[in-house]
Each structure stands twice: as structure tokens, then as C-alpha cells.
């Protein structure tokens, strides 16, 4: 039996013209998932990873059920592998164009000037994460500078845990961490003033506030001690964690030229970044091109994003057996009929 699957795959790689049923871009984990569903589903893939994944620097990943504490490395090893065993061919590199091409498939111009051609397109690329601009906290992302407690609470309870307002959200975050720590900092920073009523239900939690604008970091032996203000002589908050709130920007570089909607996303009065649009099964606003994972849902985790990549890759077949049909069937019928 795994022979003739083998033998499957080996003719399958792409169709006799030259063009893949889909290319994925991106390969984390709802590009992965995804290809491992379209090779199960026995079409032919091309993943295109250009190796940013955003959680990279992270440790571990977390409420990923069978892979809890994963190094996030390990997670894509194992990924890619289980992906390649149907047929998914995964090439390092970054799409620099796409466009649809004349005859109705799609055209990807990759870095290294290869152009691959598909029938679908699956955008997984993720978002960047624009920090705030605070000298030392770039170098201290994802270790000491974190922004969901889902993902790292847990490893960090009971610590020295500061958040850095840089708007309204600010007071909804110092409430949510304080689930995880008794010992919350809201550092008021850039933030809006607080009201009476924001600051009773940061009392009510036990949240300490502290006015005034953060002037940086303070780092030693590579460990964060706490943050410095910027208001007179130096004033120090003790920290071991600082929290902030990202904006989170869909990763669409080279993809301008496929005009899929994009919007801007808000919370709590916030604008917390841009994401690519869809409908509940993955599709765009572009026919033929589908999104999923954080390029989509700027907040998801990783294992909300490999369902994302599942459920795009159904809709994404299910798109592909309709178009197979109406051709046999206009190719079945005779002229003039």
C-alpha cells in the first residue's frame, strides 16, 4: 500500500503543464497544516518559506495539545516532514511578485528569480510585530518583552510584571496578566490618561500604577532589572517581565499585485494593526487566492492558526473539485450543444 502511494507522488509532483493545483506562501503553521491537508487530498503543493517565522525567538510553544513546550524549531521540523510524506515540496525563499496570468493560473516570482505557476494560492505569511520605541526593548523581544499571556503566563507567574501603555488597551492588559501575578506594574507611559473608573478596576485587581513616560530598559548581565522613567533625575521600576501591545502588520510583501482587501483592526479603542480579509473558509476577495493563520487573524495562536490552515485547504479542494468538473463536463459535451 505505501508503495503505490509513493509511486503516487512521485508522478504527482506537478501537473504535465507545469502548474501546481496550489503554492502556499509561508510556512509556519497554517501553511503546514494546509499542505499537509492538500497533499492528503492528493493535490500537488509547492510551500514557499521564506524561514521569518514570527515566533522564532520564543523558547517554547504553548496550548499546542500534544506539542505543549515545544521549541518552535522542532515544531517546524516535524511539520515539514509530516507535510513532504504527501507530496508537499517546501523551497526556501521569498515571493517577490504574484499576479494572475493569462490563461487564468496564477504566476509567483520568487527571490532567486524562479517563477512557479498554480491554480490556487494560499497566503500564510503571517504578520510582523511593530514594537513600541523603547531603547533595549527590541533586543529583549520575546524573552523578558512579552505580549500574550496565553502563550507565556504561565512560565512567568508570581514575577515582577510591568505593562507599557501605549493606549487604552493598556488597562484591559495589566487586568489580564493579573491572573497570572499578583505583583502588576501598569506603566502609564504614552497611554491615555486613566479615568476614575479604570483606575477602580485596576485597584480592584491590585494593579499598581505608575505615571510618566518609559525612558529605556535597564539590562544587566543580560537579564532585564527593570525600566528607567524619563521625568528627573533617574527613577527605576523594578521589572524581571515587561508586557507591551504590538501593532500587528499582515506580512503582504510582493503581494500587491493579487489586490486581496485588507483592513485595520481595533481593539479596545486601539488600532492594533492590518490584516488581510476573508470569509469563513479562507477565501479572499480575490478569486482563486486564499488567506489563513495570523496574515488573517492578527491575534490567533499557533494552534488556532493550523486550524485556520485546515479549514482554507478543505474550501481551497472543494474549489478545485467544482472547477474539475464544469471542465469535464464542457469537455464532454458536444459542439454546438
Not at 501553511?31 to 503543493?45: P, Y
Not at 523558547?59 to 518552535?72: C, D, F, R, T
Not at 478545485?320 to 464532454?332: F, K, M, Q, Y
Request: charged share 20%.
Amino acid at each position: 500500500m505505501e508503495l503505490t502511494h509513493s509511486t503516487h507522488r512521485q508522478t504527482t509532483d506537478e501537473h504535465t503543464d507545469g502548474v501546481h493545483d496550489v503554492v502556499v506562501i509561508g510556512g509556519g503553521a497554517a501553511g503546514l497544516n494546509a499542505a499537509l491537508t492538500l497533499g492528503r487530498a492528493r493535490r500537488t503543493v509547492l510551500l514557499v518559506d521564506a524561514g521569518q517565522q514570527r515566533n522564532a525567538p520564543a523558547y517554547s510553544m504553548h496550548n499546542y495539545l500534544g506539542h505543549e513546550g515545544i521549541a518552535p524549531a522542532d515544531f517546524l521540523a516535524l511539520a515539514r516532514r509530516e507535510a513532504a510524506r504527501f507530496g508537499t515540496r517546501i523551497v526556501q525563499a521569498s515571493v517577490v511578485a504574484a499576479k494572475r496570468a493569462a490563461e487564468g493560473n496564477f504566476e509567483v516570482v520568487l527571490d532567486n528569480d524562479t517563477v512557479v505557476r498554480a491554480r490556487r494560492l494560499l497566503v500564510t505569511t503571517g504578520l510582523v510585530d511593530e514594537l513600541p520605541d523603547v531603547p533595549g526593548l527590541a533586543e529583549r523581544w520575546a524573552r523578558e518583552v512579552l505580549h500574550c499571556p496565553y502563550c507565556h503566563g504561565w512560565e512567568v507567574r508570581d514575577e515582577a510584571i510591568g505593562v507599557l501603555a501605549t493606549g487604552p488597551v493598556g488597562v484591559e492588559q495589566a487586568l489580564l496578566w493579573s491572573q497570572w501575578s499578583g505583583d502588576i506594574t501598569l506603566l502609564t507611559h504614552t497611554g491615555p490618561p486613566l479615568d476614575d473608573a479604570a483606575r477602580a478596576r485596576l485597584a480592584a485587581r491590585n494593579v499598581r500604577i505608575v505615571e510618566g513616560r518609559v525612558d529605556h530598559l535597564d539590562v544587566h548581565e543580560d537579564r532585564l532589572r527593570g525600566v528607567v522613567l524619563a521625568d528627573g533625575p533617574r527613577r527605576e521600576v523594578g521589572l524581571t517581565r515587561l508586557v507591551v501591545a504590538p501593532r500587528f502588520t499582515a506580512r503582504v510583501d510582493g503581494l500587491a499585485d493579487l489586490d486581496v482587501e485588507t483592513a485595520e483592526l481595533w481593539l479596545f479603542g486601539q488600532l492594533a494593526g492590518s490584516h488581510v480579509v476573508t470569509d469563513g473558509q479562507g477565501a479572499t476577495s480575490t478569486p482563486g487566492v486564499y488567506a489563513a493563520g495570523n496574515v488573517t487573524s492578527l491575534t490567533e495562536t499557533a494552534i488556532g492558526s493550523a486550524a485556520a490552515g485546515l479549514k482554507a485547504a478543505a474550501a481551497l479542494n472543494l474549489d478545485l473539485i467544482t472547477e474539475d468538473t464544469r471542465r469535464a463536463i464542457t469537455a464532454a459535451t458536444p459542439p454546438g450543444v
